[in-house]
């Protein structure tokens, strides 16, 4: 069996070689590298006198040669993907400080979401595609495709698609979740939910002047204002809500919000938000998974799991009796499940292409003799083979982007403000820190250079 191999990288941009040169047989070798590549068939054609050059010159080196290229294709250009350009901070909702004393007052903010109709909201910037190359083969390779920004216009939104523009088509509050941009009129309630007014569902803002009694259903497609509390209810906003005292949860109280969760406390329940979740005082044996951070910087967690993506701010974490109290960052279940979902479609790519290539194998050596019915097959397994290649690398692109964002989320930092108690866990991605003993604040748990996650006093900087 021959020593000698021509090969074509995975990508198809470098033809190379793997030989032994021997002595006295390097027009030999230099033969059996040329039919390789033309039984490949290279486009261009190899040159003998190149071929021959380039492994002479490898040979200088060492008399095995490994991966040598002989010729190579043109990657395509990558292209541009698009964006969304917002007219103005609409979600941002700054906290208020008392212009005599300086101090922040927890339960003021100026809402950013308030508009009028013809307010121009945001604009879409468009994708710009990456230019086709050329494999080795004389093939042109697809770029891969830009990620186009995911944003449709909702209830009280209007879209031109001449100047891709979205503009509010009504006074309202801008909501923007799960790719819908809307504008949401507002159901305002004088009293409580309860008995009286039975369960709430409206596809706009939610008004609450009391409170939500006991097993009630708040549904609203924008965001849920409530100025009293919640007990033992269900409240869902597509925006954020915002609840004036606490909830009461009795292990009964689900509150979601496709924005922000903010509450004075909140006791036994399960709190999901898309973004951050803001508690001035108490979470108290509860499941709460914020998509952006937790933020309860003179707040205090006891029991239960609190969970951040992008981190956690608290002032107190567990309590006296060694409470078992979980504080996770850093991990996002979503994230990860795109992940194992571009990994399962690659290696289905991947199985694809190693059937095709199969396929494709058996023509290769009598390209010249084929019938006019075999070239057509063989052309349609190729586009196929292009096809599948083109797929594969368009996951790999994607799931490096996913990755890095995986990777970025292990910067996310647990803040202790005044002190952490034994039990409390510590989690950030994989890694676990359980603390051992009382202790201190400022605290910040992070991932160190050596991966590990270690709890250690927090720096002022100036």
């Given at each position: 069996?021959?020593?000698?191999?021509?090969?074509?990288?995975?990508?198809?941009?470098?033809?190379?070689?793997?030989?032994?040169?021997?002595?006295?047989?390097?027009?030999?070798?230099?033969?059996?590298?040329?039919?390789?590549?033309?039984?490949?068939?290279?486009?261009?054609?190899?040159?003998?006198?190149?071929?021959?050059?380039?492994?002479?010159?490898?040979?200088?080196?060492?008399?095995?040669?490994?991966?040598?290229?002989?010729?190579?294709?043109?990657?395509?250009?990558?292209?541009?993907?698009?964006?969304?350009?917002?007219?103005?901070?609409?979600?941002?909702?700054?906290?208020?400080?008392?212009?005599?004393?300086?101090?922040?007052?927890?339960?003021?903010?100026?809402?950013?979401?308030?508009?009028?109709?013809?307010?121009?909201?945001?604009?879409?910037?468009?994708?710009?595609?990456?230019?086709?190359?050329?494999?080795?083969?004389?093939?042109?390779?697809?770029?891969?495709?830009?990620?186009?920004?995911?944003?449709?216009a909702g209830s009280g939104v209007s879209f031109d698609e001449t100047t891709n523009t979205f503009t509010a088509a009504a006074d309202g509050r801008v909501r923007h979740a799960k790719g819908?941009?809307?504008?949401?009129?507002?159901?305002?309630?004088?009293?409580?939910?309860?008995?009286?007014?039975?369960?709430?569902?409206?596809?706009?803002?939610?008004?609450?002047?009391?409170?939500?009694?006991?097993?009630?259903?708040?549904?609203?497609?924008?965001?849920?204002?409530?100025?009293?509390?919640?007990?033992?209810?269900?409240?869902?906003?597509?925006?954020?809500?915002?609840?004036?005292?606490?909830?009461?949860?009795?292990?009964?109280?689900?509150?979601?919000?496709?924005?922000?969760?903010?509450?004075?406390?909140?006791?036994?329940?399960?709190?999901?938000?898309?973004?951050?979740?803001?508690?001035?005082?108490?979470?108290?044996?509860?499941?709460?998974?914020?998509?952006?951070?937790?933020?309860?910087?003179?707040?205090?967690?006891?029991?239960?799991?609190?969970?951040?993506?992008?981190?956690?701010?608290?002032?107190?974490?567990?309590?006296?009796?060694?409470?078992?109290?979980?504080?996770?960052?850093?991990v996002d279940p979503a994230l990860q499940q795109q992940i194992t979902a571009h990994y399962a479609q690659i290696e289905q790519c991947r199985e694809q292409i190693i059937q095709l290539n199969?396929?494709?194998?058996?023509?290769?050596?009598?390209?010249?003799?084929?019938?006019?019915?075999?070239?057509?097959?063989?052309?349609?397994?190729?586009?196929?083979?292009?096809?599948?290649?083109?797929?594969?690398?368009?996951?790999?692109?994607?799931?490096?982007?996913?990755?890095?964002?995986?990777?970025?989320?292990?910067?996310?930092?647990?803040?202790?403000?005044?002190?952490?108690?034994?039990?409390?866990?510590?989690?950030?991605?994989?890694?676990?820190?359980?603390?051992?003993?009382?202790?201190?604040?400022?605290?910040?748990?992070?991932?160190?250079?050596?991966?590990?996650?270690?709890?250690?006093?927090?720096?002022?900087?100036?």
């Amino acid at each position: 069996m021959s020593a000698t191999r021509v090969y074509v990288s995975g990508d198809r941009l470098a033809a190379q070689v793997d030989c032994i040169l021997e002595p006295g047989l390097e027009d030999t070798t230099v033969s059996e590298v040329m039919a390789q590549g033309e039984s490949l068939g290279l486009a261009p054609k190899l040159e003998a006198a190149s071929v021959k050059s380039a492994i002479l010159t490898a040979a200088a080196r060492s008399h095995r040669i490994a991966g040598l290229v002989l010729a190579t294709g043109k990657a395509p250009t990558k292209p541009v993907n698009g964006s969304i350009e917002w007219s103005r901070d609409f979600f941002t909702k700054h906290l208020v400080a008392n212009p005599k004393t300086g101090q922040i007052d927890y339960r003021q903010r100026l809402d950013n979401s308030v508009v009028a109709a013809g307010d121009t909201l945001a604009k879409l910037v468009p994708p710009e595609p990456g230019t086709p190359g050329l494999d080795v083969y004389g093939k042109p390779i697809a770029p891969t495709k830009p990620i186009s920004p995911k944003l449709r216009a909702g209830s009280g939104v209007s879209f031109d698609e001449t100047t891709n523009t979205f503009t509010a088509a009504a006074d309202g509050r801008v909501r923007h979740a799960k790719g819908v941009l809307a504008v949401d009129q507002t159901y305002a309630i004088a009293g409580s939910v309860g008995l009286k007014t039975g369960h709430i569902n409206h596809p706009g803002a939610v008004d609450i002047a009391k409170d939500v009694h006991t097993d009630s259903i708040v549904e609203a497609g924008g965001t849920v204002h409530i100025a009293g509390a919640v007990e033992e209810s269900v409240v869902i906003g597509g925006g954020d809500v915002l609840i004036g005292h606490g909830v009461i949860g009795g292990d009964k109280a689900t509150i979601r919000a496709g924005g922000c969760i903010e509450a004075e406390f909140a006791e036994r329940s399960v709190l999901d938000a898309g973004h951050d979740i803001r508690i001035r005082r108490e979470l108290i044996h509860c499941t709460a998974h914020s998509h952006g951070m937790i933020v309860m910087p003179e707040g205090q967690i006891i029991g239960g799991t609190a969970s951040g993506v992008f981190g956690i701010d608290v002032g107190q974490a567990g309590s006296h009796g060694d409470v078992r109290t979980m504080l996770v960052a850093g991990v996002d279940p979503a994230l990860q499940q795109q992940i194992t979902a571009h990994y399962a479609q690659i290696e289905q790519c991947r199985e694809q292409i190693i059937q095709l290539n199969e396929r494709i194998a058996p023509f290769k050596p009598k390209l010249k003799s084929l019938t006019t019915i075999l070239k057509k097959k063989l052309e349609e397994l190729l586009k196929e083979l292009e096809k599948a290649e083109a797929q594969r690398a368009q996951c790999e692109e994607e799931l490096g982007h996913l990755q890095e964002q995986s990777k970025e989320l292990l910067k996310s930092r647990i803040h202790i403000r005044r002190r952490v108690y034994p039990d409390t866990h510590l989690c950030i991605g994989h890694a676990k820190y359980v603390v051992a003993n009382e202790a201190d604040g400022p605290l910040v748990a992070r991932i160190n250079d050596d991966n590990n996650l270690v709890l250690e006093p927090e720096i002022a900087h100036p």
